[in-house]
């Protein structure tokens, strides 16, 4: 099985027949209250903790106030250090908060659901003592319930090269080693160059005490020449974290010391190397010291000089095997592989079969005499990205002897199963195409099959569509020396070639995945524009980027056209097929936006100097935005609302100029069509969950007559000038930021002085409904778990706009922003705002190119290092803590070194895959809504089993999206939906009057 990147979870199911193995928990009946556990004594366990009984059954209950914390636990178990195990239950809560689950030396968090949920994760048994299991809660606010709690042995399988062995979070290369160690993951302490654990493991981090360590062993067959060490401190009290190395575990010499929360990067000392093994201990030291790390990386120089290997670990849930059947896991270069062994005197027929998603296909049969042993491979089909289920069964006739079900993680980079052959010169190598919403790994195989006839893109009057061309070249040093494309002809007339663009797919490489969709590699995501010459890479995969706009006087129907690429290796010519449909995009989006965008970043990365050059690059980023239809916070970058004070005391009047807004609002608003923007108000005061601040006006406080006098009549003048200039409905106040009921009060008085003095304008809150804060809030913008159909709609009857957000999260299941996560996700996420009634989507940044935190005497180069750190929230400088790759990142800056001397870059923003996707939701959602208005304005006049046929694709299929976690990651279905959705369109526009542009002067 082709398992490059691939983390198999592997669950083992109930099965008839003798078994061996069992549930190493108490029944629910026996599990005794957690005050015996050195609860503190103000939990009071004993009121929090019940048993009672849902839908007839039996379950634990765990009450919260909101502040405390209690659980149910397990007599000690005395179970072999070392030794790994699944631990598994089924959990609901009435109330938010956290539910505890797992042991008292390796615990992990989850929020609660307020349905059934299963909730698994493994870990390995430190050599601490004693260990208990438990469930309960960390300051939930209600109950939550535990119907069953299981937890069963597992095997633990690296896989393997011969004599090398790499496990989940390794890589080799040329010349460099690198293991990362991210306690998050599913396995939690499982980890092979884990060696010794005498600390507390909570989620996601190391918890150290005095007394506690955490030893890692480093073992190759091959010497390590020198190494660095990288861990990081997410959080610290007091002492000092300590990191000493050893090539005995005995001898140990400390290189590295941490007393703050910060990165702590270290060599390890010359005189270790060259070893083939190597020990890195971390502890704490000092009086009451105490310090929590949730990173561990090694990077080593190493005498390696073959292919590129990649680390997987196989976690086996052994729940039930017959004595007669003997099962190994086993892993070998790129497949994972069965052994069976037969345990019996007499020979045993076996009968294996594999289920994906529930669908079972017979996978063989094996005799096995008595005492023998067989391998079988196991071969996976093509699986999309995410967690699959796959089943394993072995029978004997009618008796079950082996029963298995699989938690598959297929990532994004080891997709294969998608993709369209094309002619290529057979001295060349391959040549294939695929849709915009892949990210092609550079390893993935080529598709086989018939070769294409074209490249086909479709799309609508007005719209920009991409696809990808793949290329593969087998000789070393091939070189792409130019392209051109030709015009695309129909019968009718010709779209310019100038209208097709190319862009080159490049890649980053990912180091510290952002959740568990990703794993350490090479990701496709900034999309420079093709430049040549180009060298191509060698037996990798080089991915095309082709995109093609439709202009607005394009008539229905099909273009040809051909885009050649030229090498020293020969010519490709690859045929391009546009099939335009029957309508236009309007001009002004219907999604709503905001997506924030800092100047100051720009004219840092771009080196600007001179105003004009400020303004001009500006003007390029602002075209980017109108392009992809999504629109900024701020237009007025450069252009602000100037205001002034004239007079003293009573006679004190405040002055606004909007000469230089208006004239950007007559630009980007007017002509560029933005649909909404963030009103810059001063003086209001704001903050955020962290921490907030007052209004001040003209030199007077808030709350004060004068600061009321003033601020009223400032606003005032905004509210009259805006609605004078047809731009009032597209404005709105945001001017704090994630509140905590704490905080209600405050923004409340704050919501309540905008009402007051300028009723008309719009106030933006993200946060979700709270009766608290109803009657204070026109358009709500909370983050996209938060909400339901039945709240939108709720929110929408009551007059309300309703937005919502990603921001750092949410992560996997859900949709997400980050490099890692399938490129159809930002796509989907505008189908989802269709499917929730959702009317806009908000982003806190794009071109989030470095954190002042993270590098205060530097430029984080984007290129080099995806990852997006935190800033700010009380983070000491210097720290590098984790937000996620890409996140606040859709666009790149000039593709070079921003530490470095350069001229003023005078050019436009990099886009990504994942900006361009996004692009093509929103237009995915004007589909709905063009067809949305045209059902309305046909009722009565067409016929009722059309208009119910239409009815019927303004809602997306389960199959595309079920729900906020359950969608498909395949853009297929999207495209298919999207095709009929048009189609009808243009059945629809002939009984409408045939007007292809209807859709646009209706608005």
Known sequence: MKAHGIVLLVTFGVMAGIAQAQNLLPPLSAWQAGQDGGVPADWNVKAAVSRTTIDGKPVLAVHGTGEDSAFWRTPDLVLPPGSAYVFRFRARADGSGTIISGSNLVNRDFGPSSKWQEYSFAFRVPEATPLFA?????HVKGTVYFDRVEMYPAQVVHRRWGELELGEGERLRTGEYVDTHQPGWYGSNIHRTLWRQRAYLNTNRWVLSPGDEVVYRYTLPFPMRSAVIRANINYYTSGTVVLSASTDGE?????????????????????????????????????????????????????????????????????????????????QDTDWKLRWTNRNTRSLPVEVAIGINGRWTPIGKLTLPAGATKDQPLALPGLPAGKQVVQIRATTGRTSLYSAQFEVTRMVLDESHYGYPLQASPDFGEVWWCEGAWKVGRNRPSPIGKPSAAVLI????????????????KHPNTVLQGVTVSDLKSTRTTIPASQVKLFEVATVQVEHPSDNLGTAGEYPDPLPPLQ???????????????????????????????????????????????????????KETTLRSGFGLGAWEIERYHHLQTDEQKRTVWDLYMRSFAEHRIAPYSFYAYAPIHVRFEGEGEA??????????????????????????????????????????????????AGTPEYERLFGDYLHQIESHLREKGWLEKAYVYWFDEPEPRDYEFVIEGMQRIRRHAPGIRRLLTEQPEPLLYGHVEIWCGLTPEWTKERVAERRKAGEEVWWYICTGPRAPYIGLFIEHPAVEMRLWAWQSWQYGIQGILIWQTNYWTSNTAFPNSLQNPWEDPMSYVTGYGTPVGTKQFWGNGDGRFLYPPRRDPNQQHPPAIQPPISSIRWENLRDGVEDYEYFAILQALVERLQGT????????????????EHISKDLTNFTTDPRPLLEHRRKVARMIERLQKLAGGRANYAQEER
């Open 532 to 586: 040549t010459p180009f060298t191509l890479p060698h037996e990798r995969n080089q991915a095309i980027w082709i995109l093609v706009h439709v202009p607005e006087s394009a008539p229905a129907g099909t273009y040809n056209g051909t885009i050649t690429f030229q090498t020293n290796r020969g010519r490709l010519s690859v045929p391009l097929r546009v099939q335009v449909f029957d309508f236009s995009l309007p």
């Open 942 to 957: 067409a016929p009722a089993s059309l208009l119910a046929e239409a009815q019927k694709l303004l809602e997306v299929p």
């Open 134 to 138: 438990r469930v309960g809660h960390w």
């Open 652 to 701: 004190k009047k405040v002055i606004v100029d909007f000469t230089e807004f208006d004239r950007a609002a007559e630009r980007y608003l007017n002509e560029m069509k933005f649909n909404a923007f963030l009103l810059p108000i001063q003086g209001l005061g704001g903050g955020t969950f962290y921490e907030r601040y007052e209004g001040e006006f003209g030199g007077f406080k």
């Open 251 to 331: 001898n140990w010499q400390s290189f590295a010391r941490g007393s703050r929360v910060e990165l702590i990067e270290a060599p390890l000392p010359e005189t270790l190397f060259p070893t083939k093994q190597l020990f890195v201990r971390i502890q704490v030291e000092g009086n009451n010291a105490y310090a929590q790390v949730d990173y561990v990386r090694l990077q080593a120089k190493t005498d390696y000089r073959g292919a590129e290997r990649t680390g997987n670990t196989l976690i086996v849930e052994e729940r039930q095997t017959s004595p007669s059947l003997k099962v190994q896991w086993q892993a």
């Open 458 to 473: 479709e799309a609508a009057r007005g719209e920009f569509e991409p696809a990808q061309v793949v290329l593969r070249a």
